[in-house]
């Protein structure tokens, strides 16, 4: 029997009376309102009350307990009704990481909306190109781009997407644009690498099923895609991005895309620790974000 219980039995016996008062008021019968009352002193080893026929006694021991009894059942009360009032609003603190393109560029106005409709929220945002360890960084919920490794993390998908190969419109104008991914060869790739290598390995579609691997390689490398991306637009080379990243520099003109019929799928999902009981307000924003990408 929980201690809540017992605790609840004994306030009950107190404020009406009897065992039997309090028995028609917990719609129970005697014996059990007694068994728990009994139950109740043998754990806590004193006598709480003098039980006679029609009436009962506080000991003193018993008129101690039933003063921290009140306290306590109406400190749970206060909680609860605490609880109860917040359901509407959404409180305390999110942390997000997001690829560092995404995040100053799409998901920036969709939390700045969130944080708006939920101003007791604190959102903390770190960018990151990296595959950061949720779980190990404290963080609620990430953005990730592309295939998603393992089955730690629970993820919804938020829109369909590819990689493009792009360069500004001054790059093509310099340089022939390739026709098979092979040709990149003889272009200057702009290389997101963490490691600061000087060459990647950038995958693309091949004919019928399957993919096929390129070696590419450039005199300009970072472990930031923004600045990949500054790059790209400043003519200086060749760019494989998320269609997330650069789909307003597409549509704008300020780039322009290649070896299209050759991009691979790269869809953009929310995702967050499997086993892992996520918090209101962190469902909340995955269910904002779901319903912010929707149809695009």
């Excluded at 059990?32 to 003193?60: F, H, K, N, P």
């Excluded at 990151?128 to 730690?152: C, I």
């Excluded at 104008?173 to 026709?179: C, V």
Aim: with cysteine; proline share 4%; hydrophobic share 40%.
């Amino acid at each position: 029997m929980s201690a809540l219980l017992e605790m609840q039995t004994f306030l009950e016996i107190v404020d009406r009376g009897s065992l039997s008062a309090a028995a028609r008021s917990l719609a129970t019968v005697p014996s059990t309102i007694s068994a728990r009352l009994s139950s109740l002193e043998e754990r806590l080893g004193v006598q709480l009350a003098i039980r006679s026929t029609r009436r009962l006694r506080l000991t003193e021991e018993g008129e101690r307990y039933l003063v921290d009894c009140r306290r306590i059942l109406d400190e749970i009360e206060r909680s609860e009704a605490c609880i109860r009032r917040g359901q509407g609003a959404l409180r305390g603190s999110l942390r997000v990481t997001a690829p560092s393109d995404l995040g100053r560029g799409r998901l920036r106005p969709i939390l700045d909306a969130f944080t708006e409709a939920h101003p007791r929220i604190r959102v903390y945002v770190h960018l990151s190109d990296e595959v950061v360890d949720l779980v190990r960084g404290g963080f609620d919920v990430a953005l990730r781009v592309g295939q998603l490794e393992g089955n730690s993390l629970t993820a919804r998908r938020l829109a369909t997407g590819h990689r493009v190969v792009c360069a500004a419109p001054s790059y093509w104008a310099r340089h022939p644009r390739p026709s098979a991914p092979a040709d990149l060869a003889h272009h200057d790739c702009l290389l997101w690498t963490p490691e600061g290598r000087n060459e990647a390995i950038w995958t693309f579609a091949a004919d019928g099923d399957g993919t096929q691997a390129i070696r590419v390689s450039g005199r300009r490398s970072s472990n930031d895609g923004e600045l990949v991306r500054a790059w790209a637009l400043a003519g200086l080379g060749v760019a494989q991005k998320s269609f997330w990243d650069v789909d307003r520099d597409l549509e704008a003109g300020r780039l322009e895309s290649a070896l299209n019929r050759f991009v691979r799928a790269a869809d953009l999902s929310v995702v967050y620790p499997s086993g892992r009981h996520l918090p209101r307000r962190a469902r909340a924003l995955v269910d904002h974000l779901v319903e912010s990408f929707r149809g695009r």
